[in-house]
């Protein structure tokens, strides 16, 4: 079976045809040229079904995969828990490892609770925390999934989570009645909080943000917000899923010496395998048996066995600083195929989770002709490059050839106001506005 006649079929036998907004082929390369399905897939390198191969400079599995595809150590492992029984009547032992691993990775923290996504790790979160303080309003900023809590957010305008990643996120089927219990704030703006927390103090439960994504905090930042959630009795939750792990072999809040009430982690902790973990004091965590927080598969034992190899590989190799220099290469290589070919380029995001755009009017056309034109040099690009262990310096200069060649095309056809005609379908899809109701 071909990509077209899988995607005909999943047009009409799987609502917005992918699980993820962010798969779909609109977001990078409309009008049946992104590759959509592959056969297989090892270190940074992808096999459409037509077997040709690709190299992977986009996110990689969406930010999973950052000891690479079919990671070795990680087949191993998942290998033998398959082969001897991933899920059974009995508990897994990795379950209690883990947990161990974890707080001695995180002394602040005390206990530990497991999930098989970020979302529903971030629910756990947001549970614990209302539980806990017997209040009810969320403060946040940043991206943490798609449940009912978090989405809330944009029933009142529907704008409200436009600058916290993802624009056009649709409310349809939350309850009216969570109005208000939302409310977002500016990340590095601890003034804006302040003044949101003054409003709401009484009834707020938690403060939610990633500690950095597309910026580092400004210094003292993160501990003012620390500051704000104990004068205010309110939690303080880490989003650590897609940050965590991507600078050092904790969460990046370590780095920054400031202990929230929880912090979440996801994605990244058992390299592309379903797992989550909600870390916290003592006196937060156990609430998660006063109240309901439960699921048959959070107890399966590939996730945290998966969860355990990786960490230990993550020590192992240093792939902290492994990612960060791989990340501050991938930005040079855009500064200098920007400058060499006259064009002025902004680049955001900490170093191992890297984007950019060029300062061009007409930079929807500019984005959708840099993938089409990397795909005929056979990298699936975008504007965001996520780093992996996997990016040798090999294929960062064939990746830095590329970038330069494709970068002078956009100069010249800018110029010559032609660049629009150069695209061999339509533009893609900048969020996800549009593609709410699309399929």
Not at 52 to 58: E, I, P, R, S
Not at 145 to 155: E, H, K, P, Q, S
Not at 244 to 266: L, Q, T
Not at 298 to 326: D, S
Request: hydrophobic share 40%; proline share 4%.
């Amino acid at each position: 079976m071909n990509r077209n006649s899988l995607y005909k079929k999943a047009k009409k036998y799987i609502p917005g045809i992918s699980q993820l907004f962010g798969k779909r082929p609109e977001l990078y390369l409309p009008g049946n040229k992104w590759p959509i399905y592959y056969s297989k897939a090892k270190g940074v390198e992808i096999w459409s079904l037509e077997k040709k191969k690709y190299y992977d400079f986009t996110m990689v599995g969406i930010g999973t995969a950052v000891l690479g595809y079919s990671d070795r150590d990680i087949t191993k492992t998942a290998k033998k828990i398959i082969e001897n029984g991933s899920m059974t009547t009995l508990n897994p032992p990795e379950d209690v490892e883990l947990a161990e691993m974890l707080l001695k990775i995180h002394p602040w923290a005390d206990k530990v609770r497991y999930a098989r996504t970020g979302g529903e790790s971030m629910s756990v979160a947001i549970r614990l925390a209302r539980a806990y303080t017997k209040k009810e309003k969320i403060l946040f900023c940043g991206y943490h999934g798609w449940f009912d809590w978090y989405l809330a957010a944009n029933i009142k305008t529907n704008k409200n989570l436009d600058k916290h990643l993802l624009t056009g996120l649709n409310p349809k089927g939350v309850p009216k009645s969570l109005i208000n219990t939302v409310i977002p704030f500016q990340f590095n703006n601890e003034k804006d909080l302040e003044k949101i927390v003054r409003k709401n103090a009484k009834r707020c439960a938690a403060i939610v943000m990633e500690p950095c994504r597309d910026y580092y905090p400004n210094k003292g930042f993160l501990e003012e917000i620390r500051r704000i959630a104990t004068k205010n009795k309110c939690m303080l939750i880490f989003d650590e899923i897609t940050c965590g792990w991507r600078m050092s072999a904790s969460g990046v809040h370590m780095g920054f010496n400031v202990k929230p009430d929880i912090a979440v982690f996801g994605k990244t902790i058992a390299n592309g395998v379903p797992m989550g973990a909600i870390i916290g004091k003592k006196n937060v965590m156990d609430l998660a048996t006063k109240t309901f927080i439960s699921s048959a598969f959070w107890t399966e034992r590939l996730g945290p066995a998966c969860a355990l190899t990786f960490i230990k590989k993550h020590q192992k190799v240093n792939l902290g600083k492994k990612l960060i220099l791989t990340g501050k290469k991938i930005k040079k290589i855009w500064k200098s195929a920007a400058d060499n070919s006259n064009l002025d380029i902004n680049i955001k995001g900490i170093d191992p989770l890297a984007n950019f755009n060029l300062e061009l009017n007409n930079w929807p056309v500019a984005l959708t002709y840099f993938i089409q034109e990397m795909l005929k040099k056979n990298f699936l690009a975008s504007e965001k490059c996520y780093a992996n262990y996997m990016h040798s310096n090999d294929l960062l200069k064939k990746y830095e050839k590329a970038c330069f060649e494709v970068f002078e095309k956009i100069s010249k056809h800018t110029k010559l106001n032609n660049l629009k005609y150069k695209l061999e379908g339509p533009v893609k899809q900048m969020n996800f506005e549009r593609l709410n109701d699309k399929y």
